[in-house]
């Protein structure tokens, strides 16, 4: 780059700064002080937008050019040019990630303000697994795609002085200095906003101020679990506790929060069960044993009535309810809780006999599904809804004679059989097959469906068994199934599969 | 009322000469309207002149104190048929709407009105919605200035120029006795400049005097004979006319050297991002001065012929410079130029694209291969040889960054009414399903993935018309807005569904404003409005059209119903269209109504509840099936501090309205129990406080009772 020839860009002496933010975000805010600010420092500015009002959510851009004024007014242009902007503010991850991709951000010369924050895009957020994207990705690239980059989380910082992410979006520009306008007048242009103006400074404050080295991104060491109640279960935990401390050190970790959530699923006796499927893994390589530790933990507490009324029952849900809604403790709050049982939730929680009976019965099935299958709202600050599900949550004792449990019995030894015979010979495969009780999740049809796609991945075994590349296809299929609600990839990605076999 | 207010901002329109006038494009329009003496002004919403509606409606006492009548009228073809004042009375008029949609829509009553002529100057003000941020096909409005024969002012876009052009448009339409069209793009429209005011000037004559003392000739009428006439007179007459006004007013101007081997011609419109091309180029300074010769047409119909054979004289080449296709402005200057045997080159669409918006990019890119090969001595260095830093390829990138389609607001009412018809589809298999124009167009992204075609305003049933038969197994189901209803649809699409016994169904989506162009309100509107007549129910207006199987639904959000309705719409065995009404008012607007008085009467120590929605991560299992039947922004997703999970829950955030939809949905798909409902009372009675304490010792209790059993963890996810 020679700078002599860049030199004779005649527009140069013109500041050109772009905001990209999502529909309602208060990018319009922004441009107008920042169009302000050029005003009170005696800057000619012109600001123009794509604020369609039809784009509710959608991007939308703000563009501003300043240049000193004299007695002509400059030519400005009306929309930001790639490779020809010298700020830009991106008021989210991926919408800075955006303004890199269309050329707004180059190496040379652009100052870029982001907040790293995160507004999950509808593309992220509808993947049955995990869609999102990664963000630490998207920051080193708009970071080394910048001159300049200041780039942290100021929408959360925004929230914590009371006001909107335009204030400290403000306060990272000015940070930046990439204007030539003094802090003071920064601060007067938001005094002059009116309603709000102390949060807005406070959330300007923070965002000027900000130490990246004092915020602690150290993921905050959980400290290990309490436990209490009547001494004889304690003396159980304890004992299953020891019997931890056989298997290896690296799984212990994970065993002990396994076992942690059967007993709170259930009862020491579980946690006895769940001991005793690991112990076919304590000797074997230490990641299976972990991996099995996981997914048989989370395949003994599958989702049934009789969890859901429990967790919906905890003081530890009202003290969580109370702080996630921002409601202080003595404030009075009702909940109403969404529930929608029908009668195969109902047959899975009576005697495995009498479940079983009806199930096999259509007329006595549908007539039962008549009586049951429909919304009821149910209010977990009153005596009778909380009565109700704390009712059903005593039902626990006997969870072990439903139908459900045989069914999830079965599945489990299922699984369990699949995952020794694999281990024999072939332990990735085995930890592969195992992580597949990931795709079971969910209730009622979504819970079907889980059951189904994990049905087709196992099944594939008879074609994998024995090849090379068995683990490797069966973590495929397991990201197919993964990736859409119907499972055409997963289709796809098995039609593939079973041509092996012809 | 309407989404945006400008009663502060309106009051500058007062401001007198010599002042200083500061403010978006739009407020500049309105002012130059009334500085000229204005006598009545109509339109029709949509981007980007939506606020331009917005302004004038806030502006109606000004207006009214002046004696300047304002209409929000039905559509554009109402606004436009809105200048028949202007025809046999000395009053100036003005419409806007959006182009060339609206344009579309007027094109009957603009065709007549030309066609007779106007002795009141009339101003057409299309707000040009093409390029980026634009949501319609992509078109000029150039076709229908040369078909009707209608002036075609094209501004610079700076706010002193765009005030001249309301000036210059009225006296030239009055010059010749046609109407004249103004052309404002998005980014003018909400440009924020300055420009010196002048005086306003009350109408010489207003409609209170033309109504008192009527007027008619025949000759203004279009019917044969004089439409004949009328026809020849454009021609021999009004162009004339046209052409002497705009050369001998100097309506065009022209830049840079008076001569040079190169020239450029371009619209007035791109006037800046020409000069920003040529600043960039090294050919022009910050204020515009250029080393070439430039020729801006403001007006760019009709074309002065001497003025360009003029300019073109003793040049070698010329560039047209004019956006989207096709190339009117171009094909005229060559036809001029061939016609008198000149010599000049001319070049146009080539070193730019043929069609699409000239952004900043392409404009330098078109310029600089232009003058590379027309006058590369003109070109500093860096212009001949471009050194410019190379675009950064990230493919990384590219792969990682989702695409933010716009979609429904938190809360839209309109999002239970696309769950309900997307679990039909699950249930009773895919359907032809037509789209109309409205916020309720955004069912066609994801999560819903509805609709298969969208025609027009108004026109989403008569989309569908075709798909009449009697015989077939299935019904079409097609999508109209309360907006587009009252527009055209309640005789296009209900009316021709009658009339024609069409079978399908048709959901009116009622949210009680024109929401998609920013919440005015239309006859349905629930609101008081002083100035207009609202309230008047869709229900009637459809049954009134003769239909007979009508549902009206007064909560969008119960799903489960919605789901029903549109189920018994599909299976019912009478004839004729099933039209269901679902009505639930624009989050957006009933949160800016509610809100304020929300939180008044909190302060007053009434009591109120916050409602507000929730997910119980623990119950949640990460499958995020509720996501794909809602897509509410505040409805997203977290991970749980849990080695035992694999995948992200779902999560509400504290933008929640409290809507109420993702339970419902949750509930009318049986998908999970995980949802709940916080309803916070402020300022509970001593009742509620003794209820309440009662009842949370009981529970508590209860819990200890059973906690007592059993081992409890604290201090774990689990």
Redesign the interface.
């Known amino acids: ?2 700078a002599h ?2 030199s ?4 140069a ?2 500041i050109k700064l772009a905001v990209l933010a ?3 975000q208060g990018g319009g805010v922004l441009a ?1 002080w920042i ?1 302000q600010l050029a005003n009170r420092g005696g800057y000619a ?15 939308t ?1 703000y563009y501003v050019e300043m ?1 000193p004024k004299t007695e ?13 902007l010298d700020i830009l503010i991106a008021a989210e991850l ?2 800075a ?2 303004a ?2 269309r ?1 707004f951000v ?3 010369r652009t100052t870029l303000i982001a907040s790293s924050h995160r ?12 869609g ?3 963000s630490t ?2 920051e080193e ?2 970071t080394s ?1 910048a001159l300049r980059c200041v780039c942290f989380d100021m929408e959360t910082l925004a ?1 914590e002085a009371g006001s909107m992410i335009s204030a400290s979006l403000f306060g990272g520009l000015a940070r930046s200095k990439a204007l030539p306008f003094e802090m003071t007048q920064f601060e007067e242009v938001i005094a002059a906003s009116g309603r709000g103006a102390q949060q807005s400074l406070a959330a300007f404050h923070a965002a000027l101020t900000y130490d990246s080295a004092q915020i602690d991104d150290t ?2 060491q ?9 001494e004889i ?2 003396k159980g ?1 304890s004992d299953l506790c020891t019997q931890i401390e056989g298997f290896p050190n690296d799984a212990r ?2 065993i002990q ?2 076992l ?2 059967v ?3 259930q ?2 006796e579980y946690g006895k069960t769940y001991l005793g499927h690991l112990v076919a893994y304590k000797y074997t390589d230490a990641n299976l044993t972990k991996v099995a530790a ?1 997914y048989i ?2 395949a003994m507490c599958y ?1 049934d009535i009789l969890r ?1 009324a429990d ?7 009202q003290t ?2 109370r702080s ?4 202080p403790e003595g ?10 049982p ?1 009668a195969q939730e109902i047959c899975g929680t009576l005697p495995a006999g009498l479940g079983a009976w009806i199930e096999s019965r259509p007329r006595a099935f549908a007539a039962l599904d008549r009586v049951t299958n429909k ?1 009821r709202r149910i209010r ?4 009778i809804g ?2 109700l599900l ?1 009712a059903v ?2 039902l626990k004792p006997y969870r072990r004679k439903f139908l459900r449990h045989r069914f999830e019995t079965a599945h489990l030894s299922g699984l369990l059989e699949h995952a020794h015979k694999a281990a024999l010979t072939d332990t990735s495969l085995a930890i592969e097959i195992l992580q597949c009780q ?1 795709l079971i ?6 819970h079907t469906r ?1 059951h189904s796609k994990f049905g087709k991945v196992i099944a594939a075994l008879d074609v994998l068994s024995g090849r090379p590349d068995a683990a490797d296809w069966v973590r495929r299929l397991r990201s197919a199934a ?1 990736e859409d ?1 119907k499972g055409d990839v997963l289709d796809g990605a098995l039609a593939t599969v079973h041509s092996f076999a012809s | 009322m309407a989404e945006r207010s400008f009663a502060k901002e309106v009051q500058h329109l007062k401001i007198g000469a010599g002042e200083t006038f500061r403010g978006e494009g739009i407020l500049a329009i309105t002012k130059a309207l009334l500085e000229n003496g204005v006598g009545y002004v109509a339109g029709y919403q949509g981007s980007p002149i939506s606020h331009l509606m917005d302004v004038l409606a806030d502006a109606q006492d000004i207006l009214a104190d002046m004696g300047v009548h304002y209409e929000a009228s039905a559509s554009e073809a109402t606004a436009a048929a809105t200048l028949a004042a202007s025809v046999h009375y000395p009053i100036r008029g003005a419409v806007t709407f959006k182009s060339t949609v609206g344009t579309n829509v007027a094109s009957d009553a603009l065709a007549n009105l030309a066609s007779g002529g106007v002795t009141g100057g009339a101003l057409v003000i299309v707000g040009e919605d093409y390029g980026e941020g634009s949501s319609i096909m992509q078109e000029r409005s150039h076709a229908f200035a040369m078909k009707s024969q209608i002036w075609l002012l094209d501004p610079r876009p700076n706010l002193p120029s765009m005030v001249k052009a309301v000036g210059d448009g009225f006296a030239l339409s009055e010059a010749t006795n046609s109407p004249v069209m103004l052309q404002l793009r998005i980014k003018s429209c909400h440009l924020l400049g300055e420009f010196v005011a002048k005086q306003n000037i009350a109408p010489a004559m207003t409609v209170k005097d033309a109504l008192e003392n009527p007027k008619r000739d025949l000759a203004r009428v279009v019917l044969p004979p004089a439409s004949f006439l009328h026809e020849q007179e454009k021609v021999t007459k009004r162009l004339p006319a046209a052409i002497d006004y705009i050369r001998e007013n100097k309506l065009n101007e022209s830049f840079g050297p008076a001569k040079g081997k190169v020239g450029i011609i371009c619209q007035g419109g791109h006037y800046n991002g020409v000069i920003r091309g040529l600043q960039r180029l090294g050919l022009a300074n910050m204020y515009g001065d250029c080393d070439l010769p430039l020729h801006v047409l403001n007006v760019t119909y009709p074309l002065v012929d001497d003025e360009i054979l003029n300019f073109a004289k003793d040049k070698d080449s010329i560039l047209v410079i004019e956006e989207g296709h096709p190339a009117y402005i171009e094909q005229n200057i060559r036809a001029i130029l061939h016609k008198a045997g000149a010599r000049c080159k001319i070049e146009g669409k080539g070193p730019f694209p043929e069609a699409g918006e000239l952004t900043g990019t392409i404009m330098l890119d078109g310029l600089s291969i232009y003058l590379r090969d027309a006058a590369s001595e003109l070109m500093p260095p860096v212009a001949r040889a471009p050194n410019a830093p190379p675009i950064l390829k990230m493919p990384e990138l590219t792969a990682t960054v989702p695409a933010r389609p716009p979609s429904f607001c938190i809360g839209c009412p309109e999002r239970p009414i696309f769950a309900a018809t997307k679990m039909i589809e699950e249930e009773l298999g895919p359907h032809h399903i037509a789209s109309d124009i409205g916020c309720h167009l955004f069912s066609i992204n994801a999560p819903f993935d509805i609709g298969a075609t969208t025609m027009g305003y108004g026109l989403g049933p008569a989309s569908a018309s075709a798909f009449n038969d009697k015989t077939a197994g299935r019904r079409s189901i097609s999508f109209l807005g309360d907006g587009g209803f009252w527009h055209n649809g309640l005789t296009s699409s209900i009316g021709n569904a009658v009339f024609n016994d069409n079978d399908g169904v048709i959901i009116i989506v009622d949210n009680y404003y024109s929401a998609a162009t920013g919440g005015q309100d239309i006859l349905s509107s629930r609101a008081d409005n002083k100035s207009k007549s609202t309230k008047h129910p869709i229900k009637q207006a459809v049954e009134g059209m003769g239909a007979k199987w009508v549902r009206q639904l007064d909560r969008t959000y119960d799903v489960g119903k919605m789901q029903a309705t549109l189920k018994e719409a599909l299976e019912t065995p009478e004839t004729g269209p099933k039209v269901i009404i679902a009505s639930s008012e624009c989050m957006l607007n009933k949160q800016r109504r509610e809100k304020p008085l929300h939180k008044k009467a909190v302060s007053d120590g009434k009591r109120m509840t916050r409602t507000r929605f929730g997910v119980d991560e623990d119950v949640c299992t990460g499958d995020h099936a509720c996501i794909r039947l809602s897509g509410c922004p505040s409805l997203s997703l977290k991970t749980l501090d849990d080695p035992l999970r694999d995948d992200p829950v779902a999560s509400i955030d504290q933008n929640c309205v409290g809507c109420g939809n993702c339970g419902e949905v949750a509930d009318a798909a049986v998908l999970c129990p995980s949802f709940y409902q916080a309803d916070l009372i402020q300022n509970p009675s001593r009742l509620d406080r003794l209820f309440s304490d009662w009842r949370q010792s009981l529970i508590t209790k209860l819990q200890k009772r059973r906690d007592a059993r059993r081992l409890v963890f604290t201090g774990d996810a689990s």
């Open positions: 780059m020679n020839t860049l004779k860009d005649a527009s002496e013109i999502v529909g309602g107008n169009a500015v012109q600001m123009t937008s794509v604020a369609g009002v039809a784009q509710r959510t959608g991007a851009i240049a002509r007014l400059p030519v400005f242009a009306l929309s930001p040019a790639p490779g020809d991926m919408e990630g955006r890199v991709l050329g180059t190496p040379h507004i999950l895009a509808i593309s992220e957020k509808e993947v049955p697994g995990d999102r994207a990664q990705l998207v690239e708009i795609a929230v993921p905050s959980k400290s290990a679990p309490t436990v209490d109640g009547p279960l304690l935990w970790l994970i929060a396994g942690t959530k007993i709170d699923y009862d020491i996981k933990a989370n989702d859901v967790l919906k029952t905890r003081a530890s849900r969580r309810l996630e809604q921002d409601i404030d009075i709050v009702q909940i109403t809780e969404y529930f929608h029908r919304g977990t600050d009153g005596i909380f009565g704390w949550s005593a990931r999740k969910g209730y009622s049809d979504t889980g993964l609600e």
